[in-house]
């Protein structure tokens, strides 16, 4: 018994000793910030929000238009988004691409929009990155990163 009490009341080594003083001698932040690095979820929530603040305050680099005009094409209404491909029924690009479309109603769609996607080769739009788009005021680009290469009209 009196052994476990001399373990208990032993000196603690001097890299022991030192973080246990420094533990007592830390401030209320750097308490705040060891605890939050052990928090596994809220490091993630932590990079997550630092990638969508980011990508606020370069949106004028990530989007293809300027923010105050709605898209290029003022025809173009409620059109569904494509995901770009890089394989199809014609083979494999090395570049991503998406394919054209075409709207237009008749009779036998009861005169309602209906959007036909053409899956032709000579059909596939080939996205460019890097080009030239509209300037932006943070500092005075003017390259954007889909930039002009997905404007075109839809008849």
């Known amino acids: 018994m009196s052994n476990s ?5 032993g000196k603690l080594s001097a890299k022991e000793q030192k973080l246990k003083d420094a533990y007592f001698t830390a401030s209320q ?13 809220a490091l993630i929530g ?8 980011f990508s606020g305050v370069f949106a004028p680099f990530l ?10 094409d003022k025809e173009y209404l409620n059109g569904a988004p494509q995901i770009p491909s890089f394989c199809d ?21 009861n005169f309602r929009w209906v959007t036909t996607i053409s899956t032709d080769l000579d ?14 005021t943070y500092l005075k680009f003017e390259i954007n990163l889909p930039g002009k290469a997905l404007d075109f009209t839809i008849p």
């Open 89 to 109: 029924d014609n083979g494999c690009s090395i570049r991503p691409f998406i394919y054209s479309f075409e709207r237009n109603r008749s009779i036998k769609t």
């Open 5 to 9: 009490t001399v373990e208990l009341t």
């Open 123 to 136: 059909a596939r739009r080939y996205i460019q990155f890097f080009t030239e788009g509209v300037e932006y």
């Open 46 to 53: 932590a990079w997550v929000l630092i990638i969508l603040i």
């Open 29 to 41: 932040g750097q308490l705040i910030w060891q605890r939050f690095k052990k928090n596994k979820s």
């Open 63 to 72: 989007t293809p238009y300027d923010a105050t005009i709605s898209g290029r």
